[in-house]
C-alpha cells in the first residue's frame, strides 16, 4: 500500500538546536515535498526534489536545508532552530500529472 | 500577490446544506487538485482534475484553466464533512504544488 511516512510525529527542540525531519515514501515517486503550515498562511513550500540527489528550494526555504539520499528518503534539516519554526510540517510524494501523497505530519515546538 | 486565493475563509452549515467553494489562481497551470484536511490531520486527495467537471459521491469539481478558476460543490452537507479544503494549482512552475490558505467549513446537525 503507497504511503509517507513521517518521523517524529512530535518533536520539542530547543533554540539554537539541530533539528532533523525524516520523510519515507514506498511508493517509488520521483517527488518528494516539505511544506509547514500555519495559521493564516495555509500550506507553504519549503524545499523539494525531482528525484535522488536532487534537492530545490521552495518558496520559504531560509533557515532550512534538504537532502535527497535515495528515491525513499527526504529529510529536512534546521541547523539552528528558531521560535519561528514552530509549526506543523507535512512531507509529500508524487509523480507528474497525480495528486501527490502526504505524510500524517510532524509537530514542532522550538522554546 | 498571492498566487491562489480560496473563498469563503470559512463557512457554517446546517446538516444537508450545499456548500460552494472557490477556488482562483493568478499562474499558469496544468490542472487542480483539491484536497481535504481533517481537523488536526493529514490532506486527503478529493479531485485531481485538468479540466471541466468531475464527480464523486456527493462531490463535484469544476475547473475552467483558461479562467483561472475552480469550484469545489458539497451537496447534503453531513457533519462528517466539516474539515479544511484546500486548493493547489500543479504544474505552474516544474513540479512544485502551490496551496490556498483554504476553507474551512464546519456542519452543524
Known amino acids: 500500500e503507497a504511503a509517507v511516512t513521517q518521523s517524529p510525529r512530535n518533536k520539542v527542540a530547543v533554540t539554537g538546536g539541530k533539528v532533523t525531519l525524516s520523510c519515507n515514501q514506498t511508493?517509488?515517486?520521483?517527488?518528494m515535498y516539505w511544506y509547514r503550515q500555519d495559521t493564516g498562511h495555509g500550506l507553504r513550500l519549503i524545499h523539494y526534489?525531482?528525484?535522488?540527489?536532487?534537492?530545490e528550494k521552495g518558496d520559504i526555504p531560509d533557515g532550512y536545508k534538504a537532502s535527497r539520499p535515495s528515491q525513499e528518503n527526504f529529510s529536512l534539516i534546521l541547523e539552528l532552530a528558531t521560535p519561528s519554526q514552530t509549526s506543523v510540517y507535512f512531507c509529500?510524494?508524487?509523480?507528474?500529472?497525480?495528486?501527490?501523497?502526504f505524510g500524517e505530519g510532524t509537530r514542532l515546538s522550538v522554546l | 500577490g498571492q498566487q491562489v486565493q480560496q473563498s469563503p475563509a470559512s463557512l457554517v452549515l446546517q446538516e444537508g446544506e450545499n456548500a460552494e467553494l472557490q477556488c482562483n489562481f493568478s499562474?499558469?497551470?496544468?490542472?487542480m487538485q483539491w484536497f481535504y484536511q481533517r481537523p488536526g490531520g493529514s490532506l486527503v486527495s478529493l479531485f485531481y482534475?485538468?479540466?471541466g467537471t468531475k464527480h464523486s459521491g456527493r462531490l463535484t469539481s469544476t475547473t475552467v484553466i483558461k479562467e483561472r478558476r475552480s469550484s469545489l460543490h458539497i451537496s447534503s452537507s453531513q457533519t462528517t464533512d466539516s474539515g479544511t479544503y484546500l486548493c493547489?494549482?500543479?504544474?505552474?512552475?516544474?513540479?512544485?504544488?502551490?496551496f490556498g490558505i483554504g476553507t474551512l467549513l464546519s456542519v452543524k446537525p
Open positions: 509529500a510524494s508524487g509523480i507528474n500529472n497525480q495528486a501527490p501523497l
Open positions: 511508493n517509488n515517486h520521483n517527488n
Open positions: 526534489s525531482y528525484g535522488a540527489g536532487s534537492t
Open positions: 499562474t499558469s497551470l496544468n490542472s
Open positions: 482534475n485538468p479540466s
Open positions: 493547489a494549482p500543479y504544474g505552474s512552475s516544474g513540479n512544485k504544488l502551490i
